[in-house]
């Protein structure tokens, strides 16, 4: 027999969600199954596993030790989770800084060059980094990761630097991810596109997603030329504010109104004044000089700031009304004095 006692971090969600996590390797007919014959049990009675658990519930497996390890992947019932790979994250894994952290919350600073999560098996990516940051605070922690991880909730493009959202609880998680759902938390953005742009503007059209070159399509209306919807457009909408402009450039201060996938790069490029240093989007002419003079081998785009909800209650109590800022990077900085002859500050 095994027992699991509910914690905060498992709280909170139905039974056979749990399951899942605490048994990854059973399928859906085997876990109902043993509900079923009370093999498996909730505070020592038949559940049918649509039960929401709270802190304290005692869940109870009746298997053989060969049994639990085959549908948990454990060696045995007091395998641990193996935490190389958050450790080496977080060794690895340079210039990342915590902006702010509470119980439920981690926010982070993210350099460019870094990935927000895997994009393949073997990458290491901030996600990691996470979990091996909690893990160098409290070596237990390790325990909780068989049902529970800590996760990013929003995601920036490898070379865009800046403000990452992270749950460290279910609670923070879920918080986190109803903001960005519900669209209730502001996100900003700074960076240069080419050209000038004299005036503040909300930009609307439809993205277009296209996986095999990883890259996205943006056009103004969603019928195509033939009259037929455009397949898989969805609408986005970003806002921008010029802070300063030259004939060449302007230092642009952005809201990400919707969240999609390059949606800033791409719906400045199809305006006509891309982002400089964009290898996808941008003018190779403006990005060889760039990179020559300055070393700039990337997008200038940096996630600058968030403000969150006002919440009266519950774990977005603690963030409510909060803006959180992250300070653009050196490169950043040394272009704004170039591009626009600013003052570096004393």
């Not at 923070?172 to 960005?180: A, D, F, H, P, V």
């Not at 300063?244 to 199809?270: F, M, N, P």
Request: hydrophobic content about 40%.
């Amino acid at each position: 027999m095994q027992s699991v006692r509910i914690g905060a971090n498992q709280a909170g969600q139905r039974l056979d969600k749990f399951l899942h996590k605490y048994l990854p390797l059973a399928g859906n007919a085997f876990l109902y199954k043993m509900l079923r014959k009370k093999n498996i049990t909730l505070n020592g009675k038949k559940a049918e596993g649509r039960e929401i658990l709270s802190v304290g519930d005692e869940v109870r497996t009746f298997f053989s030790d060969e049994t639990f390890g085959k549908f948990s992947g454990k060696a045995s019932v007091q395998a641990e989770i193996p935490a190389g790979e958050y450790w080496a994250a977080y060794r690895k894994l340079q210039g990342i800084t915590v902006l702010y952290e509470d119980g439920d919350f981690l926010i982070m600073n993210k350099p460019a060059g870094i990935l927000t999560q895997k994009a393949a098996p073997g990458d290491i990516s901030l996600n990691e980094w996470m979990i091996g940051y909690l893990l160098s605070k409290d070596s237990a922690f390790v325990r909780e990761l068989s049902t529970f991880r800590p996760s990013v909730c929003n995601r920036l493009d490898r070379n865009t630097s800046g403000i990452v959202l992270g749950g460290k609880s279910l609670a923070g998680l879920q918080y986190l991810s109803e903001c960005i759902r519900e669209r209730t938390l502001r996100k900003f953005y700074r960076t240069i596109c080419v050209g000038e742009l004299r005036e503040a503007a909300s930009l609307q059209g439809y993205l277009v997603k296209d996986a095999r070159r990883n890259q996205v399509e943006v056009s103004r209306l969603r019928m195509a030329e033939n009259g037929n919807p455009v397949e898989k457009a969805v609408p986005i909408q970003t806002a921008y504010f010029p802070l300063a402009v030259t004939k060449r450039y302007t230092l642009l201060e952005v809201e990400l109104v919707t969240g999609k996938s390059h949606q800033i790069r791409a719906q400045l490029a199809e305006l006509g004044h891309p982002l400089i240093g964009d290898a996808k989007y941008g003018l190779e002419s403006v990005n060889r000089e760039l990179r020559r003079r300055y070393g700039l081998s990337h997008q200038l785009l940096h996630a600058s700031r968030v403000t969150f909800p006002e919440a009266l209650a519950g774990p977005g109590s603690a963030l409510s009304g909060r803006t959180v800022t992250a300070p653009c990077p050196e490169l950043f900085g040394s272009l704004e004095r170039e591009l626009f002859g600013f003052r570096e500050q004393a």
